[in-house]
């Protein structure tokens, strides 16, 4: 009997992007589908066809639920679909392992191979639609959905973006700095990070930091420089990082839309207001106060914010995973975001 998968499938998807419904062909009387993630089996299901179609929705929250659990930036999407036998078939293959016991490996239905399958698609993990392709995003975009960052001197920034084997580009960082002698005049700094990122396809994350700058101008001009901002560039991918002198009051690193843990520096000013709730009762002149319920209110007010960074901030409201560090290698997590907490735009 044959059977086919229909629906025509790109090279690689966000998975915001994945298609809707997945439409198979068969002559079967049923069929069973298998979904896995990285060659984990994350979906089985039985399908009967409706005028020789079987339609498979839904698929993206099957992928993004396991990626999301196990923290996944890029994976591997397989779909291996079977006509059911009554008869179990003879074995695909019959191997030893360490213990000295047979493993016999059948098909998910008994047989050898599969009807239908689609192998080896690559998947981003995204939580939003852009409005261009996958691929056109990836390749112009860093994993964020902001375009700056604020930092104080001794943050740190990892910033990741998607890449192919042996892409070549114009990857270099533009240093604006100071001289301890002059510091009043900006000077500025290209250096040049190399033309390729990696050898094979893969998601690259670049660790960032004031230090990290500085010691480029350093090396570079011999001198003790002060770093003010930076243009970050791989590729057609650009970063502006903004550097301050100013404490950040609150510090929290989250899972943003990727699925990659950034971390949000907040600058801000915190009002504390207490309310007391309390019943009272009066008996022979005297007052007498009971049920007495106090409330602390803490009403935060940030910096000005663009709409790139209150969006980007939005994330960690819904986000799965939000940490509050607490010394330089321990950090809390933030069990639950309150519910009246909400970013203006």
Known sequence: MATTIKTTFDSIYLTAHLPEEVSIETDAARLEVNIFVDDVKVFKSVYYPFDKMVSVRDIRSIIEASMCERQLVMATLKMEIYEPKSSVSMPTSVTIDENGNYVVTYGSDGSANPNASLDNLRMIYCR???GISSEGYLGNRF??????ALMPRNGHLSLSNYTK???QGSNNTLIYYSHPQVPEQIFSYNANLGKMQSTTEKIVTAELSYDYFKSMVDQA????????????RIGVRQFNIFFTDEKATETFMFLNAFNIMETAY?????????EVDRSEAVCGHRTQFYDETIKVKHEVETAPLTLDEAKWLNQMLTSKLVKRPISDDVSAQVLSIPSHWTIYL
Request: glycine letters at 6%; charged letters at 20%.
């Open 143 to 148: 994993l964020t959905t902001r375009k700056s």
């Open 128 to 130: 939003f639609k852009s």
């Open 221 to 232: 001009r011999g001198t003790n420089c002060k770093v003010h901002g930076v243009e970050y």
């Open 266 to 274: 907040l600058y801000n000013t915190t009002s504390i207001k207490t």
């Open 165 to 167: 084997a042996y892409v």
